[in-house]
């Protein structure tokens, strides 16, 4: 069965701090990945998504991820983050059926 | 305005007690899913469907159904064999046709059996 792991359970950054939250995805089968944003008392909503092509993908809200395939990984970044980043992300992969497989998410604490 | 609406927003439920969580949306979308929350778990998949009148288990379907009689909805029905009920759950709905599509996220219900 496919997985997606999320290592980082709880990340606290300051102000304008660089971020990197990991990523790491099983091996087999096409590879379709996807970054959800959960910000407290809203929707989920998407914040990139990879199928193919160039493995920089740049997403909303200045966030961008890479796609490293030897590493199985799809590690999301934002070279500032703002106070208003404050949420929950999920890593996600699209299963056979068009089902999505999440990581356990990261809880994202920015101070100001 | 187009989107996905869920009703309640918060239900309690007691012991032994089914429940019906509704779900509905207007974009025109094949495919519907439910997913469940807990903390520190990320969504897990109930169920889904791609067509009206069909519909597939997920990863963690015992103690839940489903019916898809019409494309906008897909009422998640949680029956007295759920164990362990109380989550946040969340419907999802996406396109079919033409390769891979995102999906989007309904509100959310707050299940809480007491």
């Known amino acids: 069965a496919q997985s997606v792991s999320q290592h980082n359970h709880h990340v606290i950054l300051s102000e304008a701090a660089s971020l990197e939250l990991g990523c790491n995805y099983s091996y087999g089968g096409t590879v379709n990945l996807f970054w959800y944003v959960q910000y407290p008392g809203q929707h989920l909503q998407l914040l990139l998504k990879y199928f193919s092509g160039d493995p920089l993908v740049k997403g909303i809200k200045g966030f961008e991820a890479e796609f490293i395939k030897s590493k199985f990984s799809f590690n999301l970044r934002k070279p500032s983050v703002q106070w208003s980043d404050t949420a929950e992300y999920f890593c996600a992969r699209k299963g056979s059926a068009r089902q999505l497989t999440f990581g356990s998410g990261t809880q994202l604490t920015v101070l100001p | 305005d187009g989107g996905i609406t869920q009703s309640p927003k918060y239900l309690f439920r007691k012991e032994g007690q089914n429940v019906t969580l509704s779900c509905e949306q207007n974009?025109?979308?094949?495919?519907m899913y439910w997913y469940r929350q807990d903390p520190g778990q990320g969504l897990r998949l109930i169920y889904y469907?791609?067509?009206?009148?069909?519909?597939q288990k997920g990863d963690i379907a015992e103690g839940y159904s489903v019916s898809r009689e019409k494309k906008e909805s897909f009422p998640l029905t949680v029956t007295s064999a759920q164990k362990n009920p109380t989550a946040f759950y969340l419907c999802?709905?996406?396109?079919?046709?033409?390769?891979?599509?995102?999906?989007?996220f309904g509100p959310g219900t707050r299940l809480t059996v007491l």
């Open positions: 974009l025109n979308h094949d495919a």
């Open positions: 999802a709905s996406s396109l079919v046709a033409g390769g891979v599509h995102e999906q989007f």
């Open positions: 469907s791609q067509i009206v009148n069909d519909f």
